[in-house]
């Protein structure tokens, strides 16, 4: 995967003139103030991660084998714990630097497939093992489930799992090891991505764990997913249930997040924000295949919407932050999640900023591998911020040779080199801000204040170590393998929901009511009215005796959902009354067009 990136910046075509002109080299001649930095950070990073995994992380006290500890921090704010989806994009990037050579992580990942083959079968509140537990958010590091209040679930962790497991996966079929493969690591890609096939189109927590809706990251890392899982799975003759078709319709409902000027992070809910969020961001730099083009319907990192994008999102962070004070548009500023942000004060991150100079050099890589880049007026904008006067157009890099005594064979203006100098320079210039902000001992905490640029929240995130070393890989030009982009990135016309999958609920409450009064059911789901009263479902009394005051009703609920409920009776004169607490709580069997039956007694 490392390749020279001498040969890198050369096309074919180019080579053929090469021979008797120079080519510019914009690598080789580039050495800016902030690689020294890189290299002493990115040291402070690989042991930053590595300190946080268990059981040997000298920060990760307690935590079992391959357990990723989101930080040592344990108060204000507490995040000794396991999330799935750190966990995942951490090993993501150490499996891509094993698999480049590192070979002394194989443990440190074996370990990491033992742990997540376990954490499937914790039950937890967001389900069983079969029945939505996977969507669970966050483990303690003993791997026991959390059962505290939280933004659950969460459907990002088992597609974001499968992608760091099937990375390792095509490694070991590659390698001689097919059996440990199929035996040990496709069975845990196979239950995450049966989980992404039964779930991706109900609504969830995005991955900042606020809103419950669909989001942007969590669909494009299952269309991913499922994409990469139906390769392996065919590769080692398994099954990918439903992959293959459930992709497609994950890549045509990605399509409805795109504004015409920039992806809107969540939709089908009314979370009152504009959705220029770093969500978008990560979720290119995740999704980015080095063999891609600059495909618009995958947002690969060189497309114009993702451009575009990254254009709306940064500058919706330039005026509201003090530290970007008088920084003008194309030059590098401190990126948070989203502008409307409270979240301690609501802050840049180090993640969110290094995610932007990721999206950057990949669109690099992708333009040097193709050899061209196209500008249209959705990514001129984005372009106009670093070259006022350029113009749409497409600009290849014959353009650039050097032929200082001839110049037969420049017959354009030298506009590739330029470009790629400007966003490369424009890249460069978010490591920068990241330098600038960043103690002296290197600790990558999560945040940096808004005004004063001091760090904040947790400390040690392994998640800003690893969003460090892949920022920089990418900037040398070191990538992953291909995910099948190519033969994968066109939706189809029309978006198709998948067919319900529901359970039919018989509800039975036992209730002795007073003429005029109704029983009703109400709760969580929105097929209970998610617990507002006029919502709620009406019971019938049509076999209600003195002797058996029964009240009842079939609910068709999703399948393999666990929900909580409670009755209530309403007066005719639109009295409300509640149950006592707790709340009840049920969980719908498997299969579609499956039955249940509820016995309660109102209490
Ligand atoms: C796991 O860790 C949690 C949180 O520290 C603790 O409350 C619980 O008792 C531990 N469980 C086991 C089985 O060690
Ligand atoms: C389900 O898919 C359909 C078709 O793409 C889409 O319109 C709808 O918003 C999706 N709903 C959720 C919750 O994913
Ligand atoms: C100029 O270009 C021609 C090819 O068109 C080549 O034959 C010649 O050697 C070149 N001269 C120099 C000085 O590079
Ligand atoms: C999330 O929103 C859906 C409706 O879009 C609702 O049915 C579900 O109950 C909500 N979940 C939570 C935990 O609020
Ligand atoms: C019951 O559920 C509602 C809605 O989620 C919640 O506000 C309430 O606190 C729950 N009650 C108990 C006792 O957990």
Redesign the pocket.
Known sequence: MKLSPVLRVLPSALLLVGAYCTPVNHYAKRQSSITDFIESEASVSINGVLANIGSDGTQAPGAAPGIVVASPSMSDPDYFFTWIRDAALTYKALIERFIDGESSLQQLINDYVSSQAYLQTVPNPSGGPDTGGLGEAKFYVNMTAFLGSWGRPQRDGPALRATALSLYANWLISNGQETLAAESVWPVIAKDLAYVVRY????GFDLWEEVNG?SFFTLSAQHRALVEGAALAAKIGQMCDGCSDAAP?IL??LE?FWTGSYIDSNI?VNDGRTGKDANSVLSSIHTFDPAAACTDATFQPCSSRALANLKEVTDSFRSIYGINNGIPQGQAVAVGRYAEDVYFGGNPWYLTTLAVAEQLYDAIYQWDQQGSITIDSVSLPFFQDLLPSITTGTYTPTQSLICPSNDTHTTESPSYATIIDAVRTYADGYIAVVQKYTPTTGALAEQYNRDTGTPLSARDLTWSYAAFLTATERRAGIVGPTWAEPNNNVAPDV???PPACNARVTFNVRATTTFGENVFVVGQLTQLGNWRPDSAVPLSASQYTSDDPLWFADVEIPASTVFEYKYIRISDSGEVTWESDPNRSFITPEGCGSSATIQDVWR
């Open positions: 991706w189109n109900q609504t669909s319709q045509c409902f409805s089908n978006c198709t929901a």
